[in-house]
DNA sequence: CGCTATATGTAGGGTCGCTACTTATGAACG
DNA sequence: CGTTCATAAGTAGCGACCCTACATATAGCG
């Protein structure tokens, strides 16, 4: 999958990776690995940004725990980012119904 | 929808709606109207460079013509395009599976 | 003449994912 | 004890690319 086709819909894969439970950011990119089939392998460069972010904008809330002597950034959702999340939801299916249209057709471009 | 969310599908919406047919610019953002119902309307700023980009990379080829005055550059589908354009369907079906897979999982992430 | 639709194009900016690198600890191995 | 690997978080800077805004030109209408 080339790199950057993820443009604008990082923030719903991982909106959607700590729907109803909390992670850190080493945990997210490893659950988006397993439920990919490995397709998704995110750098930690790309997603500890983009949590930064998600946090800026008041999407999820972070807690620092130490387990084993190693720092843990735990993430949850809050009730603004479940609600972003739904309208990720949304936007995506808009988005994959309006691009499979001009892709799809139905069988080149038939102008009925 | 959101401005870029297009980001990376833009070619392969170009190359879709050449797909079998011959239109200039200001054609293929009318065509993408139409077909989408309104929800895509991209400005021309926006579809001539990517056109270029297009041509350059050998995807399409493009003529010359007076039509009432006014000048056309009309694009086609070269065989690298109509391959290119085959490879960004399959890269679109992939990349579909794999984020319906993260955001639908089926009902919450269910680990089974 | 002015205005709108048609038609193509450039300049500059801003976003955002990626590459590459840094820092730090625990565990395993010799 | 020292080296290496897995875990864990982070920053700096780059580059692609879509967008906004603007420039240019003609035809047709009032």
Redesign the interface.
Known sequence: ??P??L???LD??LL??L???QLHGYAIIE??QQ???G??DLPTGTVYPALRRLERAGHVVSDWSTVGGRKRRTYRLTQAGQKALHA??S??R???T??????G?GG??AQT
């Open positions: 999958m080339k950057d086709a443009r604008g819909h719903a894969l959607a990776t729907d109803g439970r659950a988006l439920v990919s089939g397709a998704l990720e939801r936007a995506w808009e988005f994959t309006v691009i499979d249209g001009v892709l057709g080149k471009w």
